[in-house]
């Protein structure tokens, strides 16, 4: 993996979250230009949490014009810790302006079957996103990465790498013994900006098994079946190690 547009390093965690907010910015206010909204999906996990802290801090974009959306969750109340709603609720939305009706947690009721709730995600982003060929068109999608090439809840070996048919599925996760919901590839595939952030040593060693490729007759890694030329990579040094 090589810096370039596509590829860019910064020298620790605060340069690395200031450039992604920096970025998210730009994106934000040429959606807005354009359409007069920004549709944005939030990563999970922990990665994220300082980018969501600086950007609460911005006061240069027109946060009524912002949809909130979520890459993936996990399946428990919105008050769990566990919960990525949770999170982003803590670090971003509690300190920022957007309209409640505007932001789209994935899961409401912890009671509603994983099943259902990624049907019902899926008709809330069709109501809501402009359309390509039938699928949502998300503005930026905000993904992490997890040391076995998972990416939003894109685990390997789980069934929901199959899924073509629709913009979010559930899915569980054996390594995990509990549920997610996710965005699939396909709604991925056609969202505008993928925006891959990764922090810290514990990522050097999958970014470096990235920077190689799969093995003869290994399969690729669901990263690597969502990076494509819509998606920028935002590492820190230590992440990328020697990728
Ligand atoms: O499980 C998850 O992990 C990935 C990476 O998480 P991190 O804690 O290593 O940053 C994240 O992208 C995803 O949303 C999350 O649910």
């Known amino acids: 993996m090589k810096d370039g547009a596509r590829c ?5 965690a605060d340069r690395l979250y200031a450039a992604v907010a920096d970025r998210v910015i730009a994106l934000a206010e040429s959606a807005v230009a354009a359409r007069g909204r920004f549709h944005l999906a939030l990563a999970g996990g922990n990665t994220p949490r300082r980018l969501y802290e600086r950007l609460a801090a911005r006061d240069d974009t027109d946060w009524n014009r912002w949809e909130i959306w979520f890459g993936d969750e996990r ?6 810790q566990d919960s990525n709603y949770r999170m982003a609720r ?13 932001v789209h947690p994935m899961i ?22 402009p359309q390509q060929a039938g699928w949502p068109i998300l503005d930026a999608v905000l993904l992490g990465l997890g040391p076995d090439g998972h990416t939003a809840s894109l685990f390997p070996g789980t069934p929901i790498l199959d899924v073509l048919d629709t913009p979010v599925a559930a899915v ?5 013994s509990a549920w997610r919901i996710s965005l699939t590839l396909p709604v991925l595939a056609h969202a505008r900006h993928l925006l891959f952030v990764v922090e810290g040593a514990g990522k050097s060693d999958v970014l470096a098994r990235l920077a190689r490729g799969p093995a003869a007759g290994e ?3 669901p990263v690597e079946r969502v990076s494509g030329p819509r998606a920028e990579w935002y590492l820190d040094a230590a992440a990328r190690g020697s990728a």
């Not at 803590?90 to 505007?102: F, K």
């Not at 409401?108 to 109501?127: C, G, M, Q, V």
């Not at 569980?172 to 995990?176: E, I, K, M, S, T």
Request: charged share 15%.
């Open 172 to 176: 569980h996760v054996p390594r995990l």
């Open 108 to 129: 409401a009721d912890p009671a509603i079957a994983p099943e259902r709730a990624a049907a019902d995600y899926a008709d809330a982003l069709s109501a809501h996103l």
């Open 75 to 80: 399946c428990v109340a919105p008050e769990h």
């Open 8 to 12: 860019h390093t910064l020298a620790d």
């Open 219 to 221: 399969p690729p890694l």
């Open 90 to 102: 803590e670090t971003l939305l509690a300190h920022v302006p957007i309209p409640a009706s505007q």
